[in-house]
């Protein structure tokens, strides 16, 4: 597929030489693990928080609000200090609702203070991107995904992975606007992929709770 999709389209300037970069990201629930159980129901309206950063640049960090409507996605997000990180973590959320400027990061602290937030899972893979300018086309592959609850050691990478069961295995996601071109339909509706829901959050909470038994 790599093969393929690299004759069609450019590869995501940020990657290395082979065109990969590496994803950190950490998933906020609440108490009641409301985002895993809405997702694994399938439930047509939901959402998720997380915070992630790329490769090694852990100074660069983002706070994302992914939002799924039946088959639509949407994402929002905005840049965090270490600072505002900080205290998300030591659980600071009141003091930070009331400094914060931005929406995004508000909109969070409201839902932390009201449903519990708390850390979850660290979710780690490597990921090729392809990109269709015109028509605004992104196309991904993510490989090497793993989870963690280390949560102490996310800034640093210094932590315990545990691969996904179904390492050896890509997953493969296209984000396009109104238009997706024939061409690319073409290859990505090859024989032999598998279509189907996939959550990174959802297997990883399962990989780290099959780890702790």
Known sequence: MDNRLSALLEKDSHGDDCGQYEIHSLYFDDYRDTCAKENEAGIAKRSKYRIRYYGSQSQFLKLECKEKINSLCYKESCFLSLEEYQKIMDGDIEELFFSAEKKLLKQFCLQSMTKHF?????IDYKRTAYTEEITNVRVTLDVN???????????DGGYMQYPFPCEGKSVLEVKFDDIMPGYIRHVITHRNLVQSAFSKYCIGRRTLQNMKR
């Open 145 to 155: 995904m793993s989870a963690s609850d280390d949560f102490a050691h996310f800034l």
């Open 118 to 122: 708390t850390p979850k899972a660290i």
